[in-house]
C-alpha cells in the first residue's frame, strides 16, 4: 500500500520544477505565521525566566511548574480533541482552537501574580497545544511525502524565526517595559492570523467524505489501539523529553552558569535564528533528496556532541556561546524536520487528525513531565548559577541514542508500505 494525500499529488516532472503554486506558497507561509505565535508564546517562557522569576518571587521549581502546566494541559486537550479531529473542516478546527489560544495568552499579559499567570499557561496550553498537530494534519492532506521534507522545512523556519525576531524583540520588550508587553505582542500577532486564516485559507476538508468511526470515542481508540502506530508513538515521547528538559533553564543557565550578560541573550537568540532561518529549509530539501533517516541520523550525531559541550561550559566569551548554540540548533533542526515529515507518513487519510492529536498530547505530556523531572535534579545556588545541569545533558543524549535505533524501524515500515528502500 502506498502512502496517500488527499490532494492532487505532484508527480510529473515539469511540476516538480516548478515548485508550488500561488496558493501553496501563500498556505505554506500562513501555517509558519501560525507556527510561529504559538512557538514563540512557549518558547519566550524561558529566555523570561531570568525576569520572571524575581519578578514575581518564584523559585526556580515553580518557575518549571508553570512551563510543564502548559504541557501537561496541551497534552490532555489533544487526547479530549483526538476523537473530534478528524470530524470537522481542519480550516474550521485551526480557527477554534487559534481563538482560544490567543485569549489564553490574554490571560498571561494581563497576570499580575503566579497563581494568574499559572492558570494562563494552562487555558494557553487547552487551546495551543492542538494547532501544531492541526497544522501537520493540513500538510499531510495537501501535500505528497516527496515534497513534505521542503514544506516541513519551510513550517518549522518559524522556531527559527521566533528565536531571530521574536524572542530579542520580547527580551527588548521586556528590558525595556515589563513582560507583561511581550505576551500582548503576541496577541497582535494572533489577532492578524486568524483574520488572514478566516479570508485567505480554503477548506480543508476531503477527509470528510472518507469512511470514518462517526461514535468520536471510538475513533480516539481505534487510532490509539493501531499496533502499527504504536512505535511512532513511542518515539515521539522520546525526543520530546530532551527538548523540555534543556530549554526552560536555557537562559537562566546562560547568564549564571556561561556568564553572558541578561542583555546579551538577544544576540544569542538573534544569531542562532538566522542560522536556523537558513538551515530549516536546506535540511527540508535534504531530507527529500537524501532520505528522511540518513538526515535525522545526521541530525542526532550534531545533537549528542553539541548537548555534551553546552551542558558542560563554564564561563566563555559570547563568540562561544553563539557558536555553540548555532551547532546545536542545526542537530535540533536536521532531527525535527525529518522526523515530522517521516511521522506524517504513518497514518492512515482517515485518522490522520487523530493521529496527528495523539501524538501532540503524548509529546506535550511528556515533554512536561521532562520539565517537572528537569527542575527536580536541577539545584540552584545563592548566586543564581544552576547545579546538575550537566546530568540533564546526559539524560537528552540517552533519550536521543535510543530514538535513533527506534526511529530506524519507523523509516523501515513507511518505506516498505511506500514501496521503496528509502523515502
Known sequence: MTEQTLAAPIDDQQERQRGFSRYQSLLIALLAFTQFTIILDFIIMSPLGAILMPSLNITAAQFGVAVSAYAFSAGASGILAAGFADRFDRKRLLLFFYVGFTLGTLLCAAAQSYHVLLLGRIVTGLFGGVIGSIVLAIVTDLFPLHLRGRVMGFVQTAFAASQVLG???GLFLANHWNWHVCFVAIVALSIAAIVIIAFAMEPVDAHLRLKQDKNPFHHLIATVGQPRYTLAFAVTTLLATGGYM?????SAFTVNNIGIDIQHLPTIYLVSGLFSIVTGPLVGR????????????FGSVVSVIMVLIYTHLGHVSLATAILVNVLMFVG?????????????????PSQRGSFSAVSASLQQLSGGLGSVLAAGIIAQEPDGSLLHFDRLGYIVVATSIVSLFAMYFVQKSVANRAGRRVV
Not at 534543556?246 to 536555557?250: A, D, I, K, Y
Not at 536536521?334 to 515530522?340: E, V
Open 332 to 348: 535540533i533542526f536536521s532531527r525535527m524536520i525529518p522526523s515530522q515529515a517521516l511521522m506524517s507518513a504513518i497514518p492512515d
Open 167 to 169: 524572542i530579542p524583540a
Open 286 to 297: 535534504a531530507s527529500d533528496a537524501f532520505g528522511k533517516y540518513p538526515t535525522f541520523v
Open 246 to 250: 534543556l530549554m526552560p533553564f536555557s
